[in-house]
């Protein structure tokens, strides 16, 4: 695979199911037949040389043993810090490559073609200086859908966090209105020529995003069946 030796996959898991009234952390949802978890790994595993799954201090055991036993490297939060940004953080240090894909534990649908694009324009400079890439999509940046280069971008998160900035969002707004770091934004038209449904950029937030996925499934596979 042409990009495999430059990318890590980084799983985010730390996100609560609060408002999906289920007494289980996220990445043990089901959609379909299978674990959130899994479909997330499933999906990205062949692009990456590794998968990290950066978890809170406090997760339960089953998201941890979950990523043990699919063969990721399991991480916690930077310490004293929490939330997002802290994970991230967490996970581009851990990486050995020079690009990380950084994505949340509760995206269903992920086009691994959508994440090559984003990698042919990470890496398109010819210096070999890499683009974290960004995709936004009806007016929101989707920074746990996003491709972060290692070097600066390890210090820079860092720095900002002990500053007290807590939202990734925010750090790469400010980013862009100071032309601080090389970011490039992958809009709704580019995407929309590889996922014209936009379904990678499904995250599952609520009831009413998780009965719309589930019967996504359902529909898919009706379809194979016929």
């Not at 289920?22 to 037949?33: A, E, Q, T, Y």
């Not at 990698?119 to 200086?129: E, R």
């Not at 709704?188 to 719309?212: A, C, V």
């Amino acid at each position: 695979m042409k990009y495999k030796n430059i990318l890590t996959g980084i799983i985010l898991a730390g996100g609560q199911s609060i408002r999906l009234g289920l007494n289980k952390p996220k990445p043990l949802i089901k959609v379909g037949n299978k674990l959130l978890l899994s479909r997330v790994s499933d999906a990205i595993k062949p692009l990456c040389s590794e998968i990290i799954l950066v978890v809170t201090p406090n997760q339960k055991k089953e998201v941890t043993d979950l990523g043990l036993a699919l063969g990721m490297n399991v991480i916690t939060d930077t310490k004293p810090f929490s939330g997002p940004m802290a994970g991230i953080h967490a996970g581009i240090s851990s990486t050995m490559t020079p690009l990380s894909f950084v994505v949340g534990a509760d995206y269903p649908f992920i086009s691994k073609k959508l994440i090559e694009k984003m990698l042919a324009i990470s890496t398109s400079n010819s210096s070999k200086s890499y683009s974290a890439v960004v995709p936004k999509y009806d007016g929101f940046l989707h920074p746990l859908h996003s491709i972060f280069p290692k070097i600066i971008w390890e210090e820079y998160i860092l720095e900002e966090l002990h500053k007290g900035e807590s939202s990734i969002t925010k750090l790469i707004s400010k980013s862009i209105e100071n032309n601080s770091h090389k970011i490039e934004i992958i809009n709704e038209e580019e995407i929309g020529l590889i996922d014209p449904m936009f379904m990678s950029l499904i995250d599952i937030d609520d009831k009413e995003s998780l009965n719309f996925s589930r019967r996504i499934v359902e529909k898919r596979w009706n379809l194979k069946k016929n």
